[in-house]
Nanobody, 121 residues
Framework: QLQASGGGLVQAGGSLRLSCAAS????????TAWFRQAPGKEREFVAA?????YYADSVKGRFTISRDNAKNTVYLQMNSLKPEDTAVYYC???????????????????WGQGTQVTVSS
């Protein structure tokens, strides 16, 4: 299971750090990712980590994904937040994701419950 936390309400330009803790399996040797879904929109890729980091163009330079294998936790540090970052953020993990499909959101074995991020203007 994945348990996401850290969401909240923040003003534009502010920062938040999301956490996603795993239980029952280890993040080691998996792709761990963050996706988000805004009201009325499809789910979209945000960031992922395996041996390197992957980012959506919309968050590159502002968000940083990291993983602590000892704590079995993945983080998403979000800086310079914008109102358009408002969404429910989901963490995901998969052991058999091939690199070309990391951003697609398919094939992930585990999904967290989502945490709301709201950025006010």
């Amino acid at each position: 299971q994945l348990q996401a936390s850290g969401g909240g309400l923040v003003q534009a330009g502010g920062s938040l750090r999301l956490s996603c803790a795993a239980s029952g399996f280890t993040f080691r040797n998996t792709v761990t990712a963050w996706f988000r879904q805004a009201p009325g929109k499809e789910r979209e890729f945000v960031a992922a980590f395996r041996w390197t980091e992957y980012y959506a163009d919309s968050v590159k330079g502002r968000f940083t994904i990291s993983r602590d294998n000892a704590k079995n936790t993945v983080y998403l540090q979000m800086n310079s937040l914008k109102p358009e970052d408002t969404a429910v953020y989901y963490c995901a993990a998969g052991a058999r994701i091939i690199t070309s499909t990391i951003r697609q959101g398919t094939g992930y074995d585990y999904w967290g419950q989502g945490t709301q991020v709201t950025v006010s203007s």
